[in-house]
């Protein structure tokens, strides 16, 4: 969240400045984007909340409802969503429990698993996903506060870092037609 009125001056150079006069020269350039990105976050995730709350959600839940809605039939096992959100099991088990009391998914037994549980977005889940994410885009990401090309260079380097990072793997290429 953004203070009431800026700074008179930017904290994080101000704590490389002390890094570098500490004897820390050498670690203060990764104290100082690590410490950018974290406060990055806090201002972006500042704005989505402020979004999001008035409509009863917050970014867990409308990830939740966007992942289901963008599968085939809206339901994915429980233990699919938790990887591809890439969150503890008991926490998708915790934003599901919300979700399902306020009517926005269901639980069911899997079909063919009898160890699974899907979750099942409802018809009132995607009219509020649906809803959220035109809200979302419209105040949020259609105007993120960044030029574009600075937003391509920005998620490339974290994407780099992330995969360095061992967050994902590169896909295997598929193999040419015959």
Known sequence: MAPAAPLPMDPIAEAKRQWIAHGWADAADG???????????????????????????????????????FTRDGALPMASASARLQVHPTSITNVVDRLERDGFVRREAHPSDGRATLVVLTGTGRALVDRATEVLNGQVFEQPGIPVEDLRSMTGILARFRRASGDFTDPAPHPEPL
Request: aromatic share 8%; glycine share 6%; net charge positive.
């Open 31 to 69: 104290m100082a984007a690590f410490s950018s990105v974290m406060r990055a976050h806090q201002l972006m995730y500042g704005r989505v909340d402020a979004v999001l709350r008035p409509l009863g959600l917050s970014y867990a839940r409308l990830e939740l409802l966007r992942l289901l809605s």
